[in-house]
């Protein structure tokens, strides 16, 4: 045990938590750009979250423990995540646990207390929100591990560790399998963390949420610790897709030079991500709910497709 | 060999002829005349080939031997009788309004595109030549088969070209494999397609390859012989394009259809023969196809109402049996199969041709409304009544003495299909006589007229097909015999 | 591991392979006719890149000759002719909406499986670095048979039935390094006659039944008649 690595964990996982309202805001403001609209402050999504913590909870009468549980839990679980994905360095004692299975463990926990809570209150749209997102999710999930499945095949390991510095050893990325496999992933990110053209996170329109109808009967702290997990969720899935797929930069010791190098690396990645985020979300009209299982087969297909890509095509 | 050259260049020519030659009445004339011009040459190769015995161009392009020789004349010949047929009969359905000058010039020039691919596809050396050619029949007749652009006939066109399309797709899928295997063991990659060089190296090309690329070759193949379950175009394409085309495709294009399969056979039992568990894979699909394809088209036989798609299902029964019979192997069978390919094209391009007249008589191709065509018009009425008598098997007629060496060579190996064989005979001889003898006896029906026609050409197939029942000639049967031998190991005299 | 020890060029053949399944796949489920068109426009400019790197491999100059037809023919011919019948027909904004999509793609998925294992002993024998393409070359043509079956519009039929052609062409290429050249040109000709023959019939298809829509096209079905 060397403490220097767990206090680099601890402040890796901070860094983490701290980043991701920033994330949030530079999408929208990239957002804003291009559709021509005067952008918020990037603090706002802080200004928005102390608001939040600072105003009282109101329950509902029919609220049982897990409505006033979920919203820890589900911070809870988003931090674990946050904690075992390997962001700047992989220099840490928790890339021992950082697989990939583990972490998609901690995301179906997380998205198993939300749709309870859900359905908690007994709402029409929060059940009706529950049960999209388990739609969504039971297509999405097999997806995800399907990339999973492709990516380990490549490095021969579930850890991502192990896994980010197979594929960093690859000089130039022309696995045909890899490619199929980030192209996966994004539509994946794309359902999983609700963005269009899945689900839109900015508005509130009934027929067409899903996260949002779930989370509604939320507020105070409750609510601020729900958006800071969705916020956090996108931050950590941009950081897989980045560190997975590119992850040239990434420190492999805690000397204070790669450090500094991996965390300007990994800033300018996730501005240039959230950029395309935006310009997508800009081009792309959010589809019609039945459609959705369309797009996250296609998603399979194309994890599957990379998987079959290396069986045939690269494993000799 | 230079005859050979002749028999091709002269329906190639043909096409930008008549493609160019503005007046159509003469394009009828010119049609026949080319065709039989064509004939001549292919008489004159077979000749040449009877006097010296196989022959293969010196480039290696072309390849005649005992199997295709008397196909080349036979196509030839078919292809003469029924342009000599299709004049009047287009010039016909020009005066009932049903085309236009402009039409009937791609028609004529269409019908030596199909002569011209039809005669390359047997001569040809080059197995993916050959695999073009039979591409490029579709293509020539396609819009053949549309050529009265009513919706029934566009999707009737449609349907065959997509399908066959697909077909002809897996064949070349099938070839490519093939291409594989021989450039394994033929070191020169341009003579690895050429068929007097693979037949030599069969027996050392890869088998696990060659079972492959024969189960493509099958499917590609099989879909242009009409097997069930890839049929469904033929039906349509000879109900709905003109008749004269209706004769072509089921005299000709089934039969090289089906000449290509059995050389592709050929070529795998070759490659198979003592390498593994079950050398007769290749012959043992044909039949099983071959046995299934019989007897539906006998049971369709009886749902027909159209006369036309009537004798089309007989096409595809007919062309079940031969590719049973041919993957049967022994040698009596392929003696069979090949009489009957013979008798079948000249018996069933007659009976289309009687069929044309008759439904220009009644002025429809529905069962139900052609009546008394021996009082209308004896002679069409008796052609169809004896073409009929000879595509069900009657004796004396040739298809009986090929069926009946089908029979036999079936009760020598697989004794208990004989049954399954009879019934289908049975079924399909039924089918074909509950339409066929109220068309032809009963009265006159009021619109019927009596109209000018040409029988000559269903008097010569029929006489051909009788004497071919009465007595094979001597040059005919060593042909034959040879062809046998190639393909079945041993011959039968 | 195998893949990474080959040269660039080498990885970029398979690579282009595994795009000519990828846009395969996604011409199997598009729904838009004037992007189904593109992506075969893009498909035939993977395989004319693919033939030629292969050229350039087996240093097989004749395979460039291949590259050029393939690229005249099927990236930029067809699709042109395909887009004229288009803008003639104003399909811009036409679908073809496939009524299980998600059906068909599994479909395509297991058939990319049973392709690959009926290839095995195929691929075993050849020593060139193409040879696992075999199974992708084999999957694009069942694909296109799906995509014909599948679709209903006759435009998007065709662009299925050309999608076959490449992958018959891309396993002559990839499988034998090329067709004698007689044969490849027989071949060229043969699609060339077809593509064309296929616009006179969008012609009259629209004149008889006022529609590219083949699922209109069931009178002669055996059943109606009875």
Partial sequence: MNPTGWLLALLQTLLFVAAAPLFGAWIKRVKCWL??????????????LRRLFSKQVVLAEHASVIFRLTPYLVFGAIIMAATVTPFITLDTPTTAIADAIVLTGFFALARFFLALAGMDIGTAFGGMGASREMTVSALAEPAMLMMVFTVSMVASSTNLATVITSIEHQMVMTRPSLWFAALGFLLVIVAETGRIPVDNPSTHLELTMIHEAMILEYSGRHLAMLEWAAQLKLLVYAVLAINIFNPWGIAHSDGLAPLAIATALMAGKLMLFGTLLAAAETVLAKIRLFQVPVFLMLAFTLALGGMLCFIILEAG | MEALIFALAIPALGIVLLLLLGHSRLGGHLNSLLS????LAAVLMARSVLANGAMTSPEGFFHVDAFNVYLIVLTAFVGL???????????????????????????????????????????????GVLWVAMEGATLSTVLLVSLYRTPESIEAAWKYFILCGVGIAQALFGTVLLYFAASQVIPDPSKALLWSTLIAHAHQLEPATMSLAFGFLLVGYGTKVGLVPLHNWLPDAHSE??????????????????????RMKMLTDGALAGHVSNPHIAGFLMMGFGLIT????????????DIKRLFSYSSIEHMGLMTFAFGMGVPLATFGALLHMAVHSLTKSAIFITVGHASQIAKTQRIDNIRGLIATQPAVGWGLLLGTAAIAGFPPFGVFTSEFLLLTATMQTWPWLTAALLVGLGIAFAGLFRAVQPMVYGNRPESAAPIHVNMWPVIVHLLLVLWLGLAIPGILAHWFDQATQLIAGQGVL | MFFSQLALYEQAILALAAVVLLL??????????????????????????????????????HL?????????LKAFFIPWLLLRMVDRFDLHQELDSLSHPVLVLFGGIILVVFCYHTTLPVAAQLTAITHNVVAICMSVVLLGMVMLIS???????????????????FAAVAVTEGMPMVVELGVAFDVLVAAIIFGIFFLHLRQSIDSLDTSRLSRLSERERD
């Fill in chain 1, 35 to 48: 559709q021509n609209r005067r952008p918020p402050s990037l603090l706002q999504p802080y200004r928005d």
């Fill in chain 2, 36 to 39: 039989g011009l064509s004939l």
């Fill in chain 2, 81 to 127: 009788t029924t342009a000599i047929f299709s004049r009047p009969y287009m010039d016909h359905e020009l005066e009932r309004g049903r085309l236009n000058s402009a039409r009937l010039r791609l028609y004529y020039a269409s019908y030596q595109g199909f002569l011209f691919t039809m005669l390359l596809a047997l001569a040809s050396n080059n197995l």
């Fill in chain 2, 241 to 262: 394009g003109p008749t004269p085309i209706s004769a072509v495709l089921s005299g000709l294009l089934l039969n090289v259809a089906l000449y290509a399969l059995v």
């Fill in chain 2, 294 to 305: 019989f007897l539906v088209a006998g049971l369709f036989l009886h749902r027909q109402k």
């Fill in chain 3, 24 to 61: 395969t796949f996604l011409m199997l489920v598009h729904p838009r006719i004037l992007s189904v068109i593109k992506l075969f426009a893009w498909q035939g400019l993977a395989v004319a890149a693919t033939t030629a790197l292969v050229a350039y491999d087996a240093n097989a100059p």
């Fill in chain 3, 64 to 72: 460039y000759i291949s590259a050029l037809l393939t690229l005249l």
């Fill in chain 3, 151 to 169: 679709r209903r519009k006759a435009v998007t039929q065709v662009v299925g039935f050309m999608a076959l052609e490449n992958g018959l062409f």
